[in-house]
């Protein structure tokens, strides 16, 4: 498949396995040594299967589907997924332009901006929830627990741990009871979130894939904002981390990690949010990329 972006642009595969921190948590697992990963997809029939990608030669990614044939079908589907998952379907040749005369951020157009997404709008979701209020090491064990247990399981895969099992889907996820979130996830207050968020997916009362494929033209940032807020467990920090999953780039994602990083890499004590802001300003709805990939810059060196 070539690494390719809708308008053209080249896309740096070493740069989108590595783009944020969700690109290392399960069913992904990064083969080390390797411009590759191992990923284990849901398919629509319920089932699921294992991929490898990897850089086979510059500018392009081999998808290897392990275990038996799939069908003609899977095969079609899968590609699907790889494609969302790499975000080959965005065009950020606009953004390149703008980047080029920054010299801050003039590296970034060999192929970097891509943020490595999940199968669904639905992973992306929980996995950001769990990212909240702790430590890295909890939000691994919770989205660890969530794909050993509930997450569909492909063929060949060993019969226990996470590996080879696809993240659960809502239906899963909403039929598993408080009990599970507490003593087997060890979740916390989320365990109710996941419930709430689960059941409202599985019953149709809300629909986060549509936001995948909906345009701001139809739908602005600002109403995807506010519908994410209503989601147990999102907040603004949440909101602006899956709306980069999106595409949608114009929030800044302001943490307690992104606010000192800048600062430090901006060589001051402390940075305002407004000074924050107003860096990035130029950049118009590609702001919260640029700002997340000016922090993330020195990734690149130690890839």
Request: aromatic share 8%; glycine share 8%.
């Amino acid at each position: 498949m070539a690494l390719v972006g809708a308008g053209g642009e080249p896309v740096d595969l070493a740069r989108t396995l590595t783009s944020h921190g969700l690109a290392a948590l399960p069913p992904l697992e990064p083969i080390a040594g390797e411009t590759a990963v191992r990923i284990t997809l849901p398919l629509r029939s319920g089932r699921a299967r294992t991929v490898e990608l990897r850089e086979t030669e510059p500018g392009f990614v081999s998808v290897t589907v392990l275990g038996r044939a799939p069908s003609a079908a899977a095969l079609i589907e899968l590609e699907a997924l790889v494609r969302r998952i790499l975000g080959l379907d965005q065009d950020l040749s606009d953004f390149y332009d703008m980047a080029r005369s920054d010299p801050d951020l003039d590296w970034v157009v060999a192929g970097a901006g891509r943020m490595l997404r999940s199968a669904t709008v639905f992973e992306d979701v929980v996995k950001t929830i769990c990212t909240t209020n702790c430590a890295w090491s909890a939000t691994t064990r919770m989205v660890s627990a969530l794909v050993e247990h509930l997450g569909p399981r492909a063929p060949g895969a060993p019969r226990t741990g996470w590996r080879g099992r696809a993240f659960p889907g809502p239906e899963a996820m909403a039929a598993a009871g408080e009990e599970f979130y507490r003593d087997v996830v060890r979740a916390g207050y989320r365990g109710r979130y996941f419930i709430a968020l689960a059941e409202s997916v599985a019953e149709g009362k809300v629909d986060l894939e549509a936001w995948a494929t909906t345009s701001p033209a139809d739908l602005s940032d600002d109403e995807v904002a506010s519908q994410l807020q209503l989601l147990p467990g999102v907040g603004p920090y949440a909101a602006a981390h899956i709306m980069m999953m999106l595409g949608r780039h114009s929030r800044l994602i302001l943490d307690s990690w992104t606010r000192p990083t800048y600062a430090r890499l901006a060589g001051r004590r402390v940075v305002k949010d407004s000074a924050i802001e107003n860096r990035f300003k130029r950049y118009g709805h590609y702001a919260g990329l640029a700002f997340w990939l000016f922090l993330t810059e020195p990734w690149v060196e130690s890839s």
